[in-house]
């Protein structure tokens, strides 16, 4: 029945008295709300615009008064066309697609003080937060809540506000049963537990670590009103200020710097990965707030895929995964079918994928179990070798490609390839092959030829290729499918080529022939929608995230779009800043031209950058050749630099003005274990269980730090964005705004998930689960696996038919560089032996740098996110070694390269080249061959022990040492992994 007009207006004026008698009783209820509602005097005034119904509130010294009528005098105004827009609007259990359309629709207004408007919508929001009950109480009377990291969702036991202890997730008797694999006469089914990684068993120590940021700071002897002293950015001091001064000074600073200079004088950049959860993420808060003010973005390179992305993506398209495989069921089919797993730059038991915990250990020990055969090939004798144990090539550093050639001229000479693939499914073949035998250059690409490339002896290399050619094999081409080490070379692009030529030659998608290491494809529910921080989160960021892929239909909210189109190279920041103008190629997934797109730094008609606003991470320990940023910060042409950051560490000691901010434990979120979106599609299938989780918020923000959000609130308000920004919700309410855009509803109410903190996905019937990846290819159907990649408008003829490349084959020549760049040396037309440009072939600098060094992800911390901060991580020596009570970084040497350097275990060592110096805790072994070197990259550490960017750092950001040089000109890529260095014992100068 139709509610009519007299009967809404009237319940309007009831909830408008309603209002007061709520306000004051959880006042008299709750010291916190009480002490919200005392911060400020001030009146509002709540009507309608096309009648005569509304009510003023006067709070005063704690205490709140009201009276009927409208008042066009209040301090605020809140006015709204009609009563039932205003229900709409104002009830509890709102719609907030309605809500959005009403805003849109200028249906209601806010009038008067930004700070009033913001702080009533606060009283209002706590008034519905007071309601919320989550956690389980426990006999030893803490609390238990949950919470998700990089590493997978934990347990979190809290007593006096107060984290006691942080354990994996165990699930419990009403959780659905895990899935079942029957393979050769076994039967698979994975524990019912959850797992972490390495680096989340030391979470809490990062909590409560000594270099937290608790507190505002403005360096000593930075004034924004007078000498700015950026010489001294990593050298002079901080003080403690209030969060008034310091949000004053930031919002001040990017109004004056859009003033003076004009559009695109404020830079945003941030690391490539933050703290968890899908509103807390670097894809979310951040860029609804810089959205709003209007920035310059600095533009991500593809860094975990360079060689997918730069090169594989034009033999087989898969532009929406950057150039990676999809893997979808591969678990089943490698357990039923796969006879050997050649890992090739593959280390999944170090980097769990990518956030998929330890989840994929249980099955390659399965795999074990079947009798299924391993191979490692790495310059470094990595976890997952010394686990599973098999065959080791430990081949130099950027030299894998003239091994995957010697492997395809063995088949092609002995005819072990699947020609009928290669002629009805392949394009190309047979002028690659011309190359691969030597017709074309006179060089056959023999297992005699490589030898002297990779040190790999001849016959093991033959060995190989005639075992490989014989059996059904997974290739593993990194942790997680496309991702690796060898990615990152200056040889990445043609690495990463073979593996697709390779695979092609094999006939990809067969029962047992697909790529994949156990590590993803797991047969869990596709179907179940929840999204992944990529899809943006709260951003409203319809052209910068996933939103407008996976989630317009579903999150209601204000898209917020950049005017800003200049963009600055994340792998050139140093060179726009001191030199003016950078250039870098866009990662445009849409199509595999879309990397063929370059652009310039500054943009036509764009201010140069005069701020530089840093978002968590550090560059030294994640990017190339950083003592460039060290310069970079040091120099006037930054006017100011704020860093937003939770520790003290990296480049939070170069900012003029440092935010503390509180890590995932401080505040509310939602997330879903190992699934990030974007550009891997259902990433969650590295997991045993789907387990999506509220991520209760354990504790207080520790001292003065506050969320990103509240932070970007701060500053908005102040521009006068602030009930943009945050549409007037708290961060729990957009916690209920994303979890009402999903499936979860359907299946747990937001009381259960609040009260339990998460659900398990139930796994699909096995004739449900998805067909294996790549297997309609093999077999000439329309492809049937769950994923829009390619889009329709790259389909040559019907739609689901074949691939994106222009034949919709696998192509050995490729297409789409010959319309490109046909004569580009750097990148032919067909994979080819290139050798790295730093290395062996090096000439002289190789002479005077004869150690080549490679720096993969770490083991024991996600980027820079558990090293450093006194975490309890420094205490393995795998990771950290203590010497005179410092925690030096590692640094693993060949046995016979320490000794001719007179080297001895845990000695300090300096690794050295043109670029920098690192002073490093030596770890001699024979894990690596002669003429290598292994240390982590992602240090959370810079201290240099004189100058910034002048002298040796003993923090262990071994980045410093590698080469700022992109694998291919055409390309914004990182070669970090062709670096060559030096070392020698460390001497105190």
């Known amino acids: 029945m139709k509610i009519t007009k007299i009967a809404v207006d009237k319940q309007f004026k009831t909830v408008l008295w309603g209002l007061t008698q709520a306000i004051k009783l959880l006042a008299s209820r709750d010291r916190k709300f009480k002490s919200l509602i005392s911060e400020k005097n001030f009146s509002i005034a709540m009507y309608l615009r096309t009648a005569d119904i509304g009510r003023t509130y006067i709070f005063k010294d704690g205490k709140i008064t009201s009276k009927a009528g409208k008042n066009p005098s209040a301090d605020i105004k809140m ?54 009950k989550y956690g389980v109480p426990q006999e030893d009377g803490t609390t238990r809540l949950v919470n998700n990291t990089n590493g997978g969702p934990v347990f979190v036991y809290v007593k006096d506000d107060k984290i006691i202890r942080i354990t994996p997730i165990e699930l419990d008797e009403d959780d659905p049963e895990p899935w079942v694999i029957e393979a050769r006469g076994h039967k698979f089914q994975p524990t019912k537990k959850v797992t972490v990684s390495p680096h989340t068993q030391g979470i809490k120590s990062t909590i409560y670590s000594k270099d937290r940021i608790l507190y505002p700071m403005k360096r000593v002897d930075f004034d924004p009103n007078g000498e700015r002293n950026p010489q001294n950015r990593g050298i002079s001091g901080y003080e403690r200020i209030s969060w008034e001064e310091a949000t004053d000074i930031v919002a001040n600073e990017i109004t004056r710097v859009k003033t003076e200079h004009g559009p695109g004088a404020i830079m945003n950049g941030s690391g490539s990965h933050h703290t968890w959860g899908n509103l807390g993420y670097w894809l979310s808060a951040r860029p609804r707030f810089f959205n709003a003010i209007g920035t310059s973005y600095v533009v991500h390179n593809p860094d975990s895929w360079e060689g997918f992305y730069w090169g594989a993506m034009h033999h087989w398209g898969n532009s929406l995964r950057l150039g990676a495989p999809d893997t979808y069921s591969t678990v089943e089919d490698a357990l039923k079918h796969c006879e050997m797993i050649v890992f090739w730059s593959s280390d999944p038991e170090s980097t769990s994928g990518v956030y998929g915990a330890m989840e994929g250990t249980q099955r390659r020990l399965w795999a074990k179990q079947l009798g299924i055969e391993f191979v490692h090939i790495d310059p470094f004798y990595n976890h997952t070798a010394g686990l599973l144990g098999g065959k080791w090539f430990g081949t130099k550093p950027g030299s894998s490609n003239a091994m995957a050639l010697a492997i395809a001229y063995v088949w092609m000479q002995e005819g072990l390839y699947d020609k009928d693939f290669v002629a009805d499914k392949t394009e190309g073949f047979e002028e690659w092959m011309e190359y691969v035998l030597g017709n074309e250059d006179g060089i056959p690409k023999t297992p005699e030829w490589q030898e002297a490339e990779t040190d790999i002896p001849a016959h093991d290399v033959r060995a190989l290729a005639r075992r490989w050619g014989n059996k059904k094999v997974y290739l593993a081409a990194g942790g997680l499918q496309g991702f690796g080490s060898a990615c990152r070379s200056a040889t990445g692009a043609e690495w990463a080529r073979s593996m697709v030529c390779l695979m092609a030659m094999q006939g990809i998608g067969k029962p047992g022939v697909n790529m994949g290491n156990l590590q993803q494809g797991t047969p869990v529910d596709t179907r179940f929608f929840f999204p992944g921080y990529s899809e943006g989160g709260l951003s409203g960021d319809y052209e910068g995230t996933g939103l407008g892929v996976n989630m317009y239909q579903r999150m209601p909210q204000v898209m917020t779009i950049n005017t800003v189109k200049q963009k600055v190279p994340r792998l050139r920041i140093p060179e726009a800043i001191l030199n003016g103008e950078a250039e870098g190629y866009f990662t445009d997934t849409k199509c595999i031209e879309g990397q063929f797109s370059d652009f310039k730094y500054p943009a036509p008609g764009h201010a140069p950058i005069k701020m530089y606003y840093k978002y968590g991470g550090s560059h030294f320990g994640t990017m190339n050749e950083t003592n460039r940023y060290a310069h970079m910060y040091r120099s006037a042409n930054l006017e100011t630099v704020v860093n937003q950051s939770i520790w003290m560490e990296g480049e939070a000691n170069f900012a003029d003005i440092i935010l503390p901010a509180c890590t995932n434990f401080e505040r509310w979120d939602i997330g879903e274990f190992a699934n990030c979106g974007g550009y891997i599609a259902h990433c969650y299938t590295q997991v045993n269980h789907r387990v999506v989780t509220i991520q209760h918020k354990c504790i207080e923000p520790l001292g003065e730090s506050k969320s990103d959000y509240e932070i970007f609130l701060l500053i908005a308000k102040k521009l006068g964005l602030g009930a943009y920004f945050s549409e007037g919700s708290s961060e729990i309410e957009w916690v209920h705004r994303l979890f009402n855009g999903t499936d979860l509803p359907d299946k747990i109410s937001w009381k259960q998930f609040l009260k339990k903190g998460y659900y398990v996905v139930p796994p699909p019937k096995a004739e449900d689960r998805d067909p294996v990846s790549w297997n309609w290819y093999y077999e000439g159907r329309k492809k049937d696996v769950p994923e829009m990649n390619p889009l329709p408008g790259d389909y040559k003829a019907n739609f689901k038919e074949g691939l994106q490349t222009q034949s919709g084959k696998i192509e050995f020549v490729c297409n789409s560089l010959k319309r490109f760049a046909p004569d580009d040396p750097e990148r032919p037309i067909m994979t080819k032996y290139i050798p790295s440009w730093e290395g062996p072939h090096s000439g002289e600098l190789y002479e005077k740098y004869p150690l080549q060094m490679i720096s993969p992800h770490s083991r024991y911390s996600f980027h820079t996110m558990a090293d450093g901060k006194d975490s309890h991580i420094n205490d393995i020596e795998d990771h950290r070694v203590e010497v005179d009570g410092y925690y030096y970084w590692i640094m693993r040497i060949n046995e016979q390269d320490a000794a001719d350097r007179g080297i001895v275990h845990h000695q300090l060592i300096e690794a050295y080249n043109d670029r920098g110096s690192v002073i490093c805790a030596a770890h001699v072994t024979q894990r690596v061959p002669r003429g290598t070197t292994h240390s982590y990259e992602s240090s959370a550490l810079y201290e240099p022990i004189g100058v910034p960017g002048h002298s040796p750092d003993r923090g262990g950001s071994v980045n410093i040492l590698t080469p700022s040089r992109a694998i291919i000109k055409k390309s914004h890529s990182t070669a970090c992994n062709s670096c060559l260095i030096n070392i020698r014992a460390w001497e105190e100068k």
Do not use: C
């Not at 066309?81 to 205003?86: F, K, P, S, V």
């Not at 609007?89 to 907030?96: A, E, G």
């Not at 009403?102 to 008034?127: C, P, Q, R, W």
């Open 79 to 132: 006015v709204y066309e009609t009563a039932e827009d205003a229900m709409k609007v104002m009830v509890p259990w709102r719609d907030y697609q309605e809500v959005i359309d009403i805003l849109k629709n200028f249906k209601m207004d806010a009038i008067g003080d930004e700070e009033y408007v913001i702080h009533f919508t606060k009283i209002l929001s706590a008034i519905t937060d007071s309601q919320i």
